[in-house]
């Protein structure tokens, strides 16, 4: 099956920092998506994005499905943007199946 | 995202114990998924729903046993858990064009099995 690998593992910033975090993907991908997952489990859609650039607010996601990456940018980080992000993809042979990453941890301190 | 209601929040049981997880949507979506994510690891897809009828099952071991009522419920029945199996329950839905659509995610059931 697909493999996505997402870097770095793991993120501490200080707020107001920016950052940039990677997903990498094995094979063509028909759907992704971005989440952040709070620290009370909720899965929250950040983006659904599988090719282009697009920007909500502070955050902001390119997908280059060419060259099987996806990109998020977290600008101005708050002590909110807290916990961990996920990217999820459907890859051209499954049709249904959406397959996470292996996820990047982030902690916003003061 | 709270388009997707899932029930209960929070279940504890007994490893002899029945029990069920429900999910409900009313956004019309036509496929629904359950999916089973264990503490510090990613969510990992158990069983999908199309059109009411199952057409992924990953594997699952028969003490899970879900069922799709009608188009805006699915059920996840759990018979003779295993400790092992304690972790966060999550339900999603996507829309009609299946996989160019995003998934959309309920706020979980989280199960403990003692």
């Known amino acids: 099956g697909i493999q996505v690998e997402q870097s770095p593992p793991d993120l501490i910033l200080q707020e107001g920092a920016n950052s940039t975090l990677r997903c990498n993907f094995s094979?063509?991908?028909?759907?992704l998506q971005w989440f952040h997952q709070n620290p009370w489990g909720q899965l929250i859609n950040l983006f659904y994005?599988?090719?282009g650039t697009k920007q909500n607010g502070r955050l902001s996601a390119t997908t280059v499905a060419t060259e099987r990456y996806s990109l998020l940018y977290i600008s101005s980080s708050q002590t909110t943007d807290s916990g961990v992000y996920f990217c999820?993809?459907?890859?051209?042979?499954?049709?249904?199946?959406?397959?996470f990453g292996t996820g990047t941890r982030l902690q916003v301190t003061l | 995202d709270t388009e997707v209601t899932q029930t209960p929040k929070h279940l504890v049981m007994g490893m002899t114990n029945k029990k069920s997880l429900k999910c409900e949507q009313h956004?019309?979506?036509?496929?629904m998924y359950w999916y089973k994510q264990k503490a510090k690891k990613p969510p990992e897809l158990m069983f999908v729903?199309?059109?009411?009828?199952?057409?992924i099952n990953e594997s699952v071991p028969s003490r899970f046993s879900p069922e799709c009522p009608n188009s805006s419920l699915l059920n996840l029945h759990l018979h003779a858990l295993q400790p092992e199996d304690s972790a966060l329950y999550l339900c999603?839905?996507?829309?009609?064009?299946?996989?160019?659509?995003?998934?959309?995610f309920g706020n979980g059931t989280r199960l403990t099995v003692t």
């Open positions: 999603a839905s996507r829309g009609q064009g299946a996989y160019n659509s995003p998934l959309h």
């Open positions: 094979d063509s991908v028909n759907n």
């Open positions: 994005i599988p090719s």
């Open positions: 999820a993809v459907v890859d051209t042979g499954t049709a249904s199946k959406l397959t």
């Open positions: 956004m019309g979506h036509r496929a």
């Open positions: 729903y199309s059109y009411e009828k199952l057409s």
